[in-house]
């Protein structure tokens, strides 16, 4: 089975900052990765699919990118609202393993 | 608009069994592979279970393989799965998603999910 590994696990940061979220899969899972988002109490919501492509009504500060076997999910300026844990997951092979999941906090 | 609503959640003793239901509207149900996704209380996401379109495919985690057994009704617009043999540690919420797929056949990703039904495997 394919390991998702994402780093970090906790991340605080405040309003207007830049983060950035690591994935990376324990082998290759080619362009098959998303991105969800999921809010304290709800159900996760897709932010991005095939590894960059914004889901339609998801905010342009989200953005993601791929380099070798790393891929990260970007926000830039963060907002209050973007509170939230967020999880890639690979859609290569089943079983389509999620990774661990960032809890993210603002300041 | 598209939406997915999971019940037959509750609680259950260790060895007993469940079948959990999600009801879809909004879309054309029988066009679309569906997914069990799972998540034990203030834990990650788990994947659980696949299953095609017209329900000839179907794939299971590790975890449940063996025990739980996804399907669906196409005529109901119905997901299903049915757990037995449960544990201690089958306690989540389950969530199910519908699968979309590119174009091209390529990529797939889940959207929308359900709200979730909480399963409580306890004596």
């Known amino acids: 089975d394919i390991q998702m590994t994402q780093s970090p696990s906790f991340l605080s940061a405040s309003v207007g900052d830049t983060v950035t979220i690591t994935c990376r899969a324990s082998?290759?899972?080619?362009?098959?990765l998303n991105w969800y988002q999921q809010k304290p109490g709800k159900a996760p919501t897709l932010l991005i699919f095939?590894?960059?492509r914004l889901q339609s009504g998801v905010p342009s500060r989200f953005s993601a990118s791929k380099s070798g076997a790393d891929f990260t999910l970007v926000i830039s300026g963060l907002q209050p609202e973007d509170v939230a844990t967020y999880y890639c997951q690979q859609s290569y092979s089943a079983p389509y393993t999620f990774g661990q999941g960032t809890q993210l906090d603002i300041k | 608009q598209v939406q997915l609503v999971e019940s037959g959640g509750g609680v259950v003793q260790p060895g007993g069994s469940l079948r959990l239901s999600c009801a879809a509207s909004?879309?054309?149900?029988?066009?679309?592979?569906l997914h069990w996704v799972r998540q034990a209380p203030g834990k990650g996401l788990e994947w659980v279970s696949l299953i095609w379109f017209d329900g000839n495919n179907k794939d299971y985690g590790p975890s449940v393989r063996g025990r739980f057994t996804i399907s669906r009704d196409n005529s109901k617009n119905t997901l299903y799965l049915q757990m037995n043999s449960l544990r201690v540690e089958d306690t989540a919420v389950y969530y199910c998603a519908r699968e979309n797929v590119a174009a091209d056949g390529t990529w797939s990703w889940l959207d929308p999910w359900g709200p979730g039904t909480l399963v409580i495997v306890s004596s």
């Open positions: 909004g879309f054309t149900f029988s066009s679309h592979g």
């Open positions: 095939a590894f960059s």
């Open positions: 082998q290759t899972v080619y362009s098959y």
